[in-house]
């Protein structure tokens, strides 16, 4: 498996009328940061691009940068319902509480 791989897909809506998208590496994670309206990068996807952006470093973990990136996309809406989020120490994975 690549390093920078997630272990689960973050999936997204990017928009109510588009089909869900899955995120699954670091790399289309930052795709997907460079294209977002600078005008709505905030603190929020600050963390996220530089989680992600360290992470091709190997400064931050690959988990973590899901993480951050993660919560970018729940506080900017896009996280997708049925997102399921990986358990903070292996233990698999849990369903998203809205």
């Not at 920078?4 to 995120?23: G, K």
């Not at 709505?40 to 940068?65: M, S, W």
Request: charged content about 20%; glycine content about 10%.
């Amino acid at each position: 498996m690549d390093r920078l791989q997630f272990e689960v897909p973050v999936r997204i809506t990017p928009a109510p009328s588009l089909p869900i998208e899955e995120i699954y590496s670091v790399e289309q994670a930052l795709d997907f940061l460079h294209g977002w309206p600078v005008r709505r990068q905030g603190p929020a996807y600050q963390a996220a691009f530089n989680a992600c952006f360290g992470a091709t470093v190997d400064l931050v973990k690959t988990e973590d940068a899901c993480r951050a990136f993660m919560a970018f996309c729940r506080m900017s809406g896009l996280l997708a319902r049925d997102m399921m989020v990986p358990g903070k120490r292996g233990g698999g994975v849990r369903g998203l509480r809205v």
